[in-house]
């Protein structure tokens, strides 16, 4: 295997991993926090509200990932205008959406709140954690965006630099606004919704040094150019929005079963989860340049190369992982249980050691979805993704909660992974003969 090859892939997926972890940040600052000055209500608002991250991530990378792969490929294939207008056209869409969410949570934070579970108790932090984020929704997507086409742009340290810093001001912020100034969970959103404005900010300096990056924006919205990013992007946004959606069901389930104290406990771990989701997010997204540069060279081989060495790096990864949050389990709910609630520590203790069996298989899915997305095979990416965010996790949890009771809300998202990672070893294996059955043609045309 060559070097430079070794190199690349290691320098993307660390930087990037290094990012996203940053940026997962925001979240586990907030809960952590949260738990300091509010308590077990104020985990539990949090743990509602925090479906909306979902739904601003997934805008921004479909926006983002469709556009740098189209991005990339261009590039590599030396077409620099059609690329500059594929800048253009992501980063106004996700100015149009994110005004519209901004839109959405000015006026509707309370319809928001109650439909994503909150009652008498959580409804008024919950709403004004929604109303407040939603208000930033605009800097979320662009960032998300500008972050991933900076990357694509051989500039993975600023993108890894402005995640980081973002991540940073957000704990900083967050301590400043809840405790000497006593803003409450208005403080805690706030603190949030600044961090990809210093972000975007960072990331600034990449189009002081590219001025073609700035006259690039001054093309229209190419509309043709729309269904393509979107298709390129659409594995990434349900890679998002299925966490979502799992938060969402699991919060309705837990809640007959367990009531608030129960979404309290699952905020714990589904906190960690965001970071644990967040290292392989970061490992298939610095993997994503380099396959669509490779593909767009129709260097197979090379690509073929990257996968498995992602395949590869999934695995050690899902290895450290649950070990940490097995030989730490007390430690770590001790940090969000202030109150020192025993209700908390029995729901959250089991759960974590059952929940993240799961990631032995998730690394796998969500690597394989970003990689078949980043090679043009949309189609079975979207496959995988909608399987893993909908088709299967929503009726296990139904089914398995109804016969098992807790035990089987934490069973099923194991058991759900494991389905769909079945799916993606087959659509990565198919893909793989392909790669080798056209490598070895080009070898009989090369020797003919």
Request: proline content about 2%; some cysteine.
């Amino acid at each position: 295997m060559e070097k430079s090859l070794l190199r690349n892939f290691a320098k993307y997926v660390s930087l990037n991993i290094l990012g996203m972890v940053g940026l997962s940040f925001y979240v586990l600052a907030d809960t952590y926090f949260i738990a300091k000055a509010l308590g077990a209500t104020g985990i539990a608002s949090l743990n509602l509200s925090i479906a909306v991250y979902g739904l601003l991530h997934g805008i921004g990378l479909m926006l983002g990932i469709g556009g740098a792969t189209r991005f990339s490929i261009l590039k590599a294939q030396r077409k620099d205008n059609k690329a500059a207008q594929v800048f253009s056209t992501s980063i106004k869409l996700g100015l149009v959406a994110g005004v519209l969410l901004a839109i959405i949570g000015l006026f509707g934070s309370k319809h928001l709140a109650l439909a994503l579970g909150a009652n008498g108790f959580t409804l008024p932090m919950t709403k004004i954690y929604l109303m407040t984020i939603l208000t930033f929704a605009p800097f979320f997507i662009v960032n998300n965006i500008v972050i991933t086409f900076v990357r694509n742009d051989n500039n993975p340290n600023l993108s890894m630099l402005a995640m980081l810093a973002g991540s940073f001001s957000n704990i900083i912020l967050d301590y400043v606004f809840m405790f000497p100034l006593k803003m409450g969970m208005f403080g805690a959103a706030f603190a949030t919704g600044l961090a990809p404005v210093i972000s975007i900010c960072l990331l600034l300096l990449h189009f002081i040094k590219n001025k073609n990056m700035i006259t690039a924006l001054k093309e229209k919205i190419v509309w043709p150019l729309v269904p393509d990013l979107s298709a390129l992007g659409l594995p990434a946004f349900v890679v998002e929005i299925s966490s979502s959606v799992v938060l969402i069901t699991f919060n309705w389930v837990i809640l007959g079963l367990e009531g608030n104290l129960g979404v309290a406990a699952y905020g714990v771990i589904a906190n960690l989860a965001f970071v644990g989701v967040a290292i392989f997010t970061g490992l298939a997204q610095g993997v994503q340049p380099l396959a669509s540069h490779y593909y767009g060279l129709g260097d197979d081989v090379k690509v073929e190369k990257i996968r498995n060495l992602a395949m590869l790096a999934s695995v050690f990864m899902a290895i450290a992982i649950y070990s940490g949050v097995l030989f730490s389990t007390d430690n770590i709910i001790g940090l969000f249980n202030s109150e020192n609630n025993t209700e908390i520590v029995r729901i959250a203790g089991t759960g974590l050691r059952i929940y993240f069996l799961g990631f032995f298989f998730l690394g796998i899915n969500i690597v394989t979805t970003i990689f078949l997305g980043a090679i043009e095979k949309a189609r079975e990416a979207f496959i995988i993704s909608i399987a893993r965010g909908f088709i299967i996790i929503v009726p296990l949890v139904l089914v398995f909660s109804r016969i098992w009771g807790m035990i089987g809300v934490w069973s099923a998202f194991v058991v759900s992974e494991l389905i769909v990672m079945i799916m993606a070893i087959y659509f990565a294996a198919a893909k793989g003969r392909l790669l080798r059955s056209k490598h070895g043609a080009h070898q009989e045309s090369a020797l003919g």
